[in-house]
């Protein structure tokens, strides 16, 4: 059964939300905003296989999340992933060598995050874009996907083509180093 839409209002009812949620993953306004172009141009080709199992808006989202993977396959296409040298070891910025121990001044502190006004809220999300463009573009994608779109390791590594010992070793790298980026421009 093709379930009947009417795609004259998806802008205005979907717009805002599509490119709050393709920002927060890309940080870049233009291609968000293009993102949201094709999402809505695939919607309308693909119009005829929308079954009405979810909403709408969870079927654009869907499409826009299958764009922004398709995204993070073209900025980390020719990333080796021997770049991780490349970056240095953040693990000797914290630890102790010989012990693994945190170092005692390298202790991690309270954000302060939890009782939040909105204008700090935006502040902080500001930075962390920051601290997110200063990672390898590779990083970044395998974060964002595993941690703000929850998606599983195999399929993170199938789709940005990365080993499973090497997506966990970024993975922790990246928390390092979006740790001490924002402890730097945070606090």
Same mark, same amino acid.
């Given at each position: 059964?093709?379930?009947?839409?009417?795609?004259?209002?998806?802008?205005?009812?979907?717009?805002?939300?599509?490119?709050?949620?393709?920002?927060?993953?890309?940080?870049?306004?233009?291609?968000?905003?293009?993102?949201?172009?094709?999402?809505?141009?695939? $919607? #309308? &080709?693909?119009?005829?296989? %929308?079954?009405? *199992?979810?909403?709408?808006?969870?079927?654009?989202?869907?499409?826009? @999340?299958?764009?922004?993977?398709?995204?993070?396959?073209?900025?980390?296409?020719?990333?080796?992933?021997?770049?991780?040298?490349?970056?240095?070891?953040?693990?000797?910025?914290?630890?102790?060598?010989?012990?693994?121990?945190?170092?005692?001044?390298?202790?991690?502190?309270?954000? $302060? #995050? &939890?009782?939040?006004?909105? %204008?700090?809220? *935006?502040?902080?999300?500001?930075?962390?874009?920051?601290?997110?463009? @200063?990672?390898?573009?590779?990083?970044?994608?395998?974060?964002?996907?595993?941690?703000?779109?929850?998606?599983?390791?195999?399929?993170?590594?199938?789709?940005?083509?990365?080993?499973?010992?090497?997506?966990?070793?970024?993975?922790?790298?990246?928390?390092?180093?979006?740790?001490?980026? #924002?402890?730097?421009?945070?606090?």
């Amino acid at each position: 059964m093709i379930y009947q839409v009417d795609p004259s209002n998806w802008v205005k009812e979907h717009a805002d939300y599509l490119y709050a949620f393709a920002f927060a993953r890309i940080s870049d306004v233009e291609r968000a905003k293009d993102l949201v172009q094709d999402t809505f141009l695939a $919607g #309308l &080709e693909k119009l005829n296989r %929308f079954e009405g *199992k979810s909403s709408i808006r969870t079927w654009l989202t869907a499409i826009l @999340k299958n764009k922004i993977i398709d995204e993070y396959r073209k900025k980390s296409s020719g990333l080796k992933t021997t770049q991780l040298t490349d970056v240095g070891n953040s693990e000797d910025i914290f630890f102790d060598e010989s012990s693994g121990s945190w170092l005692p001044d390298k202790c991690p502190i309270e954000f $302060g #995050l &939890e009782n939040q006004d909105e %204008f700090n809220k *935006k502040e902080f999300e500001q930075v962390l874009q920051k601290c997110f463009q @200063k990672l390898p573009k590779l990083w970044e994608a395998i974060f964002i996907m595993k941690y703000m779109d929850d998606e599983p390791a195999d399929f993170i590594c199938k789709e940005l083509k990365v080993t499973n010992s090497n997506f966990w070793v970024i993975t922790h790298r990246t928390k390092l180093k979006l740790r001490a980026c #924002l402890q730097n421009s945070w606090l």
